[in-house]
């Protein structure tokens, strides 16, 4: 071998893969993002009084409360998470997951016919798979890319169906950031 390509300044290990900056596992803290998971991910199949084919957001402005459940506990799992993140120096992810509670208070909060709110929702559908494959790119496995197809899925959808779209989307997001805490920051 020549010294042409011999490394004289190995690279230093990532940041979340350091076994000292992981957060430490505590017994009830792997149970509180799979507990909001699922119960979000129910209340996603349940009808609204118009059915699953009605936005999630129409179902906010008319004040059916399966559907206000659904967006405080998607908030409280990207909050919860963003702590975890900030705790295992994945910085990126930390304000992504701060910048997605803000889009869910705008979606939930706004008129689902202005074009800031339809704006806020198809910027928060961009970003999810995006990040996704970025993780993706950094940490491997095959999850990650599954979520972020999930999404590109639920995404098409909304052309066809919003609300069985954006119930799509939901599912691909949930499982994405699942994969990522179970596997690469709770290790």
Known sequence: MTDDFRILRPPKPPLWRD?????????????????????AGVLTF???????????S???????KPSWVLFG???????????????????LSFCLCLLAVAALATIAF??????????VFGGLCC?????????HLDLGGWKLPSAAALCIVGICTCTANLGIGERIVLLGALFGLNSVFYEHVLV
């Open 19 to 39: 076994p000292k900056r992981r957060p430490k596992e505590i017994g009830i803290e792997r149970f509180v993002l799979a507990t909001l998971s699922l119960v």
């Open 46 to 56: 349940v009808p609204s009084k118009l059915g699953t084919l009605q936005p999630i």
């Open 110 to 119: 706004t008129n689902p016919f202005s074009a800031g709110h339809l704006l």
């Open 73 to 91: 506990l998607l908030g409280l799992a990207l909050l919860y998470l963003a702590a975890k993140f900030l705790g295992a120096s994945l910085h």
């Open 127 to 135: 970003m999810i798979p995006v990040w996704l494959m970025g993780l």
């Open 58 to 64: 129409l179902d906010l402005a008319m004040g059916n």
